[in-house]
C-alpha cells in the first residue's frame, strides 16, 4: 500500500482497523473429555468456544483456536453476532446427540432446535419436556428416552471393570517404577567400595588366681601339738 492510500476512502477501513480485512468466525466446538471418558465408558463432550481467523487470498493461512477475552474485545462485532447465533443455548456437558448412533445427523439437530443437546439431556428429561419431541426421534419421545437411559446404563456398566484395568495397571506400572528405583539403588551400594573388616580374635581369658600360703607365726605350740610330740609312736617323744 502507498503512503498515499491513506487518503483514499476504499482504504480507511484497512488503514484504521486492520482486522477490517479478517475473515473471523466463533464458533462451539465439541471437544472430548479423556478422563470423563474413561470413567463413564462412554465418549464425553464438553463445548468449547473456538474462533477461526482466514486472510483472503491467502489459501494456506488459517487460525483456528480455542478463543479467550482478548478474542472478544479484539473482535467484538464476530462476538457479539455469536452470541446472538447461540443465545439460550446451554453448553453441557455429556455425549451429543450426534454421536448417539439412534439419531441421524439431521435428527440430532432437530433435537437441539428443542434444545436438546446430549444423550444425558433426553435420559433425564422430565415427561413434560420429552413430550416436545413428538416423533422427531422415528418413535415415540418415552420410548426413546428409555432408549437414552439404556444406552448410558450399559456404558456405565462397561465403565466400571475397565477404568478398574487401567487404575491397577497405573498401580503395577508405578510398583515396577519402584522396584527398578530400588534395584538400582542396590547396584550403586553393592559397586561403592566396602571397608576392610578385621579378623575376628579370640580373646584370651585371664589366669585364676593363686592364694597365697599361709604363714604360721612363730610361738609357743598348742596343747595338741604337745599333745602329739608325747606318743609312743612319735619320734621327737623317744629322742
Do not use: C
Amino acid at each position: 500500500m502507498l503512503a498515499t492510500d491513506i487518503n483514499n476512502p476504499e482504504f480507511m477501513g484497512a488503514v484504521a482497523n486492520p482486522d477490517a480485512a479478517l475473515v473471523v468466525e466463533f464458533y462451539t466446538k465439541p471437544i472430548q473429555n479423556i478422563f470423563q471418558s474413561s470413567k463413564m465408558g462412554h465418549a464425553i463432550f464438553e463445548d468449547v468456544i473456538y474462533i477461526k481467523i482466514n486472510v483472503p487470498g491467502v489459501k494456506d493461512m488459517q487460525i483456528d483456536r480455542p478463543a479467550n477475552s482478548q478474542d472478544q474485545k479484539r473482535f467484538p462485532m464476530h462476538w457479539q453476532h455469536y452470541e446472538n447465533r447461540t443465545k439460550g443455548d446451554a453448553r453441557e456437558i455429556g455425549t451429543p446427540l450426534s454421536e448417539w448412533q439412534q439419531l441421524t445427523r439431521s435428527q440430532a439437530e432437530e433435537f437441539r432446535g428443542l434444545k436438546f443437546f446430549t444423550i444425558e439431556s433426553v435420559a433425564n428429561a422430565s415427561d413434560a419436556n420429552i413430550s416436545a419431541l413428538g416423533m422427531i426421534g422415528g418413535m415415540a419421545p418415552f420410548m426413546l428416552r428409555e432408549k437414552a437411559r439404556a444406552f448410558l446404563k450399559a456404558a456405565s456398566d462397561m465403565a466400571l471393570p475397565q477404568h478398574q484395568a487401567e487404575e491397577l495397571a497405573k498401580r503395577d506400572a508405578e510398583i515396577a517404577m519402584l522396584k527398578e528405583q530400588m534395584a538400582m539403588l542396590a547396584n550403586k551400594v553393592n559397586a561403592a567400595p566396602q571397608a576392610a573388616i578385621p579378623p575376628y580374635v579370640q580373646p584370651v581369658p585371664p589366669a585364676p588366681a593363686v592364694a597365697a600360703p599361709v604363714k604360721r607365726k612363730r610361738g609357743r605350740p598348742s596343747k595338741a601339738e604337745i599333745a602329739a610330740r608325747n606318743l609312743p609312736n612319735n619320734p621327737e617323744a623317744i629322742a
